[in-house]
């Protein structure tokens, strides 16, 4: 009797929180609504700022999107996006709306990753992140470009020489390698050519004479990103030279902070394997400063949640026509009146979705 009598009063206070209204709540907007593609560019723009070494990613597609609410707090959006690796790198004051996306033949990379962000007075803001990235090329690509590890002695005789032949031709001050960004090697019918791009930061040496150079301060350092190809006894390289500015992107008409990386240190005694490692850069794993448990390991709420479906999906209505002539040993039906007929035509019972809310449409491949 005690059993039940607990049970009735667990149930009296559950049913106490729903008439109060405290149960959270989650609605499912269309993954491509305007509201889902504002906390997607939050996101975005918000790993980007993360990201300190490599390139800047951009949005493919918004995957899924649910936005939690509970009386008294902040919304919750919990969203999953896939975003592709862009040619800019992170120290590249242009705005990703302007970065164009790796492409699959030259080894693109696909990063998908889970967000959480709350919707303050301040507007929104991410709480936590996840990500997986990955590496995606053509099927069957005889001929093209792969990539091969950072430490690939012929890669980095091409990003020595290339970097040298740069200084020597160069007006500016003495530049010095910050880090590698890519490398890859292609067979062609002289043997294997050497693709390379790295980034490179100003020195106070103001002659290429000078021996002992040392990278400025990263606040007021000169950046850029050069890109060479060939091999180290014949190479072509192109260096392109960004200032430490803030830029104003015209998509979103918002100030982009440019990125200030962790160190600068790529080789020698302060080289450090596990974050710089000898592939590609990847990005965060897991990034969630405050401990919100929202990205855990399960995709599942703990929470008992009340799901607020979208907005209903209209009904096709489909009226059946008689056939021309009777059946052989068809049954003998009574007629309907033609009056009822055209008044309640025969509809599907169950409605019809014209369109998925989700996943959104890919914005490149």
């Not at 990613?57 to 902040?74: D, F, H, R, T, V």
């Not at 590698?180 to 004479?209: H, L, W």
């Not at 990278?215 to 390289?237: F, K, M, W, Y």
């Not at 039906?333 to 890919?362: F, H, Q, R, W, Y």
Request: net charge negative; charged share 20%.
């Amino acid at each position: 009797m005690q059993i039940w009598v607990k049970v009735a009063v667990l149930g009296l206070l559950v049913m106490g929180s729903w008439a109060q209204g405290v149960m959270p709540t989650f609605s499912l907007p269309p993954c491509d609504s305007p509201e889902a593609e504002t906390a997607a560019l939050v996101a975005q723009d918000f790993l980007n700022a993360q990201h300190t070494h490599g390139y800047k990613y951009a949005l493919n597609q918004i995957e899924k999107i649910k936005i939690l609410s509970k009386p008294g707090q902040p919304d919750t959006y919990l969203l999953e996006l896939d975003l592709l690796e862009t040619t800019c790198h992170v120290l590249d004051p242009t705005p990703v709306s302007l970065c164009p996306v790796r492409q699959k033949r030259t080894t693109a990379v696909e990063a998908d990753c889970d967000f959480a962000l709350t919707n303050t007075t301040q507007g929104l803001s991410v709480v936590a992140f996840k990500c997986k990235t990955e590496t995606e090329s053509e099927d069957e690509c005889l001929g093209c470009p792969s990539l091969v590890p950072f430490n690939d002695t012929d890669g980095l005789q091409l990003i020595e020489k290339s970097l040298d032949s740069f200084n020597k031709n160069n007006t500016l001050n003495k530049f010095a390698l910050l880090e590698i960004g890519r490398m890859a090697s292609q067979i062609v019918s002289g043997g294997p050519k050497y693709f390379a791009e790295y980034a490179i930061i100003g020195t106070n040496c103001t002659s290429y004479d000078d021996d002992i150079c040392i990278p400025q301060n990263h606040t007021v350092a000169i950046h850029g990103l050069c890109r060479a190809e060939g091999s180290a006894n014949l190479n072509d390289v192109d260096c392109k030279i960004f200032s430490p500015t803030q830029t104003v992107d015209p998509a979103s008409n918002a100030t982009v902070r440019i990125q200030q990386l962790l160190h600068a240190h790529t080789f020698g005694p302060q080289h450090h394997p596990t974050i710089h490692d000898l592939s590609h850069h990847k990005l965060t794993a897991l990034h969630d400063p405050a401990r919100s448990g929202l990205l855990s390991e399960s995709d599942e709420s703990a929470e008992v949640v009340v799901v607020v479906p979208p907005k209903e999906a209209p009904v096709v209505k489909r009226e059946v026509s008689a056939p021309e002539g009777p059946a052989v040993d068809a049954p003998v039906v009574p007629e309907l009146n033609a009056t009822v007929m055209a008044e309640k035509p025969l509809i599907l019972s169950d409605p019809i979705l014209l369109a998925p809310i989700c996943p959104g449409k890919k914005k490149h491949f």
